[in-house]
Nanobody, 117 residues
Framework: QVQVVESGGGSVQPGGSLTLSCVAR????????MGWYRQAPGSQRELVAM???????EYADVAKGRFTISRDGAKNTVTLQMNDLRPEDTAVYFC???????????WGRGTLVSVSS
C-alpha cells in the first residue's frame, strides 16, 4: 500500500513564497511519476507540475517561471517550490504518485494554499 502525505501549505501575501512537500511511503520511489495538482473552489483539479521517474519535468503554463518541482529519492520526497504567488494560486494542492508500470495512482489528502493581502 502506498501512502502519500502532503505538507507545507498555509497563508501568504501576494508575491510571497511557499514550499510544499510530499512524502510517498511504501513504494520504490524511482518507479513512480510524482506530480502536484491543485483544485480551487468550484473548479476542476488541474495539473501544476509533474516529475517523471526518469527526472523529466512538466509544468502547467500558470506554473512556468514561478514554480519548481524536485524530488529527493533518498527521502522519497517531492517538493514544489512556489514563488511570486498570486491570489489565483489559492487552492488545495494535492500530491500524486503514479506507478510507472501500471498507471495506478495514489493521492494525498491535500494541503491548502491561500494567497491574499
Amino acid at each position: 500500500q502506498v501512502q502519500v502525505v502532503e505538507s507545507g501549505g498555509g497563508s501568504v501575501q501576494p508575491g510571497g513564497s511557499l514550499t510544499l512537500s510530499c512524502v510517498a511511503r511504501g513504494p520504490v520511489f524511482n518507479r513512480y511519476h510524482m506530480g502536484w495538482y491543485r483544485q480551487a473552489p468550484g473548479s476542476q483539479r488541474e495539473l501544476v507540475a509533474m516529475q517523471q521517474s526518469t527526472g523529466g519535468t512538466e509544468y502547467a503554463d500558470v506554473a512556468k517561471g514561478r514554480f519548481t518541482i524536485s524530488r529527493d529519492g533518498a527521502k522519497n520526497t517531492v517538493t514544489l517550490q512556489m514563488n511570486d504567488l498570486r491570489p489565483e494560486d489559492t487552492a488545495v494542492y494535492f500530491c500524486k504518485a503514479q506507478r510507472v508500470a501500471t498507471g495506478t495512482e495514489y493521492w494525498g489528502r491535500g494541503t491548502l494554499v491561500s494567497v491574499s493581502s
